[in-house]
């Protein structure tokens, strides 16, 4: 008995205690998970790139933190090459079925609630992880395919610990579960959602886990697996909807080019559509590269100001052009335009806040009206570094917590269609992100690199927070090129966003204590809960250091 008490107080403080930074000559990993990381150091000591540790964190994640993230969703991930210098994306977003149409999230041409439209099948899109897994694995892995696996079926299989955010993750959502039983006899115990430190254990997803392992991705998107998703989807308790072994077969991952800009002497990489994320942290940077952010530093309201006053035109353009490169025409190379982000910039005054923040018109741009699209605050982001230098920043996603609330083979099925935009049309004309079979609807994932003044990866990072990713990414960056922080200190600077006419800034923090002076400024400042997830890994002069946000669980482990 008291062994048994023993281990379970390990297990419950376990998160609490582990690292959140670690540095190695050698490799280094970060997530959001302590269990994630742990598959991803396995990995590196096995010999495997920082591809296999990334894959493996991935995997291991869809077990332990089903709430935010897994095989289930999607993600989009960004590669360095540590011999070549090259930089390549995967983009792993879910897809539409062959049967969504503009008014999937309408009712008598209104648009759904969202409390109406993330439950149940007509929210899933076509799972895209296991794609992106196995494109990586091909260009950049070296260890078996099935050896990435292995951690992940031992935490389904053995079982493991529920942690504070999974728990109250469970309790958040509970009330909302009684058309789903499936998900509730994974992960509620005596009648309940199970309680922190509790054992969890999936066997069905684990079975799913080492069929991949030995068949391949085929094997997910086809046979029983296939069918199990189209199954849940299409006769799903609640909002069933059409989704076809034809659907699956025909998803492929997709490499794109990288989005890069320059930033005072640094070079910052990050997705292109259909992530929203590289073009504006890329617009934000260039409308403050003028102002001296450095001189000002971190305890500034002026700068502070800067950043949101930036923040808001930046967001304004992503609300009007963004969307999937593979339907709708984004003025990618207008939006970055140095000359065009002066103009923006010049907009932007240290005195006064602006009234209205309207999109401008970058070269190449198409007329359009904007419209806002509504993603969740789930999600996960999990870095890896390998002793030959790969760098690998990847953030994977179920959208919302627990994604549909289906769950198929034991894994949860995402509710990403309804990062869609809902209104298919605003003032006449077609909206950029609305829904449509077979596109990939706008994401604000933000998994990034940034180069320093020598051409060398200084940096990999990435968020969770739906829309707010942009911003905890971007404060990062701040803080790590202009105010000189560690990676480890600049994730922990206070988080801001904005939404109600308001400036949003995170509540209890020194960013709470400018309020006043920032109110003076012209705009209405309230305090809010914005947690963060961030993860990251930097190159120190004593070798690589990786981070996690120290409002997460997460940790970084040396190999």
Not at 28 to 40: C, K, Q, W, Y
Not at 190 to 217: C, F, M
Not at 336 to 356: E, F, Q, T
Not at 457 to 470: D, P, Q, T
Request: proline share 7%.
């Amino acid at each position: 008995m008291i062994v048994r008490i023993l281990l379970l107080l390990a297990l419950l403080i376990a998160p609490l205690t582990a690292p959140t930074a670690a540095s190695a000559a050698g490799g280094v990993v970060s997530a959001a998970d302590p269990r994630a990381a742990e598959a991803g150091r396995e990995m590196l000591r096995a010999g495997g790139s920082a591809t296999d540790a990334a894959m493996a964190m991935m995997l291991a994640l869809s077990v332990v933190e089903p709430q935010s993230s897994g095989i289930g969703g999607g993600g989009l991930l960004v590669h360095h090459d540590g011999k070549t210098g090259a930089i390549a994306t995967i983009d792993g977003r879910e897809a539409a079925p062959a049967a969504a149409t503009p008014g999937r999230f309408t009712v008598d041409g209104q648009p759904m609630s969202y409390r109406d439209a993330f439950q149940g099948g007509h929210s899933v899109g076509i799972p895209g992880n296991i794609r992106l897994m196995a494109d990586a694995h091909r260009q950049w892995g070296k260890l078996p395919w099935a050896r990435l696996f292995e951690p992940a079926i031992r935490l389904a299989d053995q079982g493991y610990a529920v942690t504070p955010r999974l728990h109250n993750a469970l309790k958040m959502v509970a009330p909302l579960w009684d058309a789903f039983p499936d998900i509730r006899a994974i992960y509620w115990q005596d009648g309940k959602p199970a309680a922190v430190g509790a054992t969890i254990r999936n066997p069905a997803l684990a079975k799913l886990l080492r069929d991949v392992a030995a068949s391949g991705p085929d094997a997910f998107y086809a046979g029983e697996h296939g069918a199990a998703i189209a199954a849940a989807v299409t006769a799903a308790p609640r909002n069933p909807a059409p989704l076809t072994l034809a659907d699956l077969a025909s998803y492929q991952a997709k490499d794109r080019p990288a989005v890069c800009g320059n930033y005072r002497r640094y070079r910052v990489c990050g997705m292109g559509p259909p992530s929203s994320g590289a073009t504006t942290i890329l617009q934000m940077l260039g409308m403050i590269e003028r102002f001296d952010i450095g001189r000002l530093g971190k305890d500034s309201p002026e700068a502070w100001h800067l950043i949101g006053e930036a923040m808001q035109l930046a967001y304004a353009d992503r609300e009007k052009y963004l969307g999937d490169v593979d339907f709708v025409a984004v003025p990618l190379a207008g939006l970055v335009d140095r000359d065009y982000l002066a103009r923006r910039s010049a907009l932007i005054s240290p005195a006064r806040s602006l009234a209205v923040y309207e999109a401008g018109t970058p070269p190449g741009a198409e007329p359009r009206t904007a419209a806002i699209s509504g993603e969740r605050a789930g999600t996960t982001h999990f870095v890896a570094v390998d002793g030959a230098g790969d760098v690998v920043s990847m953030t994977s996603t179920v959208e919302g917590p627990f994604g549909s609330q289906l769950v198929a083979s034991g894994m949860v099925l995402n509710n990403e269609l309804t990062d869609f935009t809902f209104a298919p049309e605003k003032d006449g004309a077609p909206v950029a992100n609305r829904v449509e079979a077979g596109k990939r609807p706008l994401s604000s994932m933000s998994p990034t690199i940034v180069y320093g003044p020598d051409g060398k990866v200084v940096l990999a990072i990435g968020s969770a927070g739906g829309k707010r990713i942009i911003m905890h990414v971007m404060k990062a960056l701040v803080g790590v090129i202009d105010w000189k922080l560690p990676a480890a200190d600049a994730m922990a600077l206070p988080n801001i966003y904005f939404g109600g006419g308001s400036l949003l800034v995170e509540q209890g923090t020194s960013l709470d204590a400018m309020r006043p002076a920032l109110e003076r400024l012209g705009q209405p400042v309230t305090a809010a809960d914005l947690p963060s997830k961030l993860n990251a890994v930097e190159r120190t002069a004593k070798g690589w250091r990786g981070a996690a946000d120290p409002r997460s669980e997460g940790v970084a482990l040396a190999e």
